[in-house]
Structure formats: structure tokens, C-alpha cells
């Protein structure tokens, strides 16, 4: 009777290990299908559109721009150091095995190897940067009642506090 049960929990663990590894498969293929790794790259990109509207919001004058492009350099050097793919890739296998099931992660596989699949992702990088830019520019216009609903916090807390004491 035990052989009969240890033999069923070894077949029933291979089975559980073959279905594991068939998903992740499929996600390390729809990841290299993706171009992930080059998603990220264009994220510096981005990063780099993003940091030129800064130097222009901030008013930085000719004279400053060698300041400006020192913090730039540091500033890219930091998140290519902390955000790269190799850092990414683990973190975004794992986010993909826990949020799809082994059937949407095939269906994605059969839409991104499509013409339009492709389309899509090569777009992609273009349509994030354009809606960063346009959630940018909200965030901008909403700032001002922001930070006078935080300082209405601030000075709501400042007089609990007194208050208490």
C-alpha cells in the first residue's frame, strides 16, 4: 500500500514539474517573442525625452547645461545599473507565471508571432512614451491644488497635534 501511494505522489510531483516547466517554456519564449529585453532599452529612451522637457522646465541656461548633463549622466547611470534587464527578467518571468495561466500565456504567444502582434509591439514603446508625456503634463496642471491640499494637511496636522499637547 505505501509503494502504491509513493509511487502515485512521484508521478503526480513529475506531472506538476512537466506542466511547471512546459509554462515556463512558454513564458521565456513569449518574453523573447516580446523583445522585452528591448523594451527596456527603450525606456531609456524615454527616460531621455523626459529629461530634455526637464531641462527646459527647469529653465537650465547654456552656461548651466554641462551641470545639468553631469546629473543626466549620473542619473542614467543609476537606472541602468538598477532597472536593467537582467535585474528585470526574473522579476517579470515570475509577474508573468503569477498574473496568466499556461492557455493565456499560449494565446498571447499565437497573437504576438501575427503580423499584427508585431505591429503592436513595435508600437508599443511609442504609444507608452506618448501617454507617459500626456499623464506628465496632467500631473503638472494638477500640482498647484496638490500641494495646497498638502499644505492644508500639513497645517490640519500642525494643529491636532498642538492640540493634543
Keep these: 500500500m ?3 501511494l509513493l509511487l502515485s505522489l512521484l508521478i503526480f510531483s513529475t506531472n506538476l ?13 513569449l518574453v523573447e517573442v516580446m523583445d522585452m529585453d528591448a523594451m527596456v532599452d527603450s525606456m531609456y529612451s524615454q527616460v531621455e525625452g523626459m529629461m530634455q522637457n526637464m ?3 527647469m529653465g537650465v541656461k547654456p552656461n548651466e547645461k554641462p551641470i545639468f548633463d553631469k546629473y543626466y549622466a549620473d542619473m542614467t547611470k543609476v537606472l541602468k545599473t538598477k532597472m536593467s534587464w537582467q535585474k528585470m527578467q526574473p522579476m517579470m518571468v515570475n509577474l ?3 498574473q496568466f495561466s499556461e492557455q493565456e500565456i499560449s494565446d498571447m504567444l499565437d497573437f504576438y508571432k ?10 508599443m514603446p511609442q504609444v507608452m512614451q506618448q501617454s507617459m508625456q500626456m ?3 496632467l500631473v503638472q496642471e494638477a500640482m498647484p491644488e496638490i500641494q495646497a491640499i498638502a499644505g492644508q494637511l500639513g497645517e490640519a496636522l500642525k494643529q491636532s497635534r498642538s492640540e493634543a499637547n
Design 2 to 4: 505505501g509503494k502504491v
Design 17 to 29: 514539474y512537466a506542466a511547471q516547466t512546459t509554462k515556463q517554456q512558454k513564458i521565456d519564449e
Design 135 to 137: 499623464s506628465q503634463s
Design 96 to 98: 508573468y507565471d503569477k
Design 114 to 123: 501575427t503580423e499584427s502582434g508585431q505591429a503592436i509591439l513595435k508600437k
Design 55 to 57: 531641462s527646459v522646465q
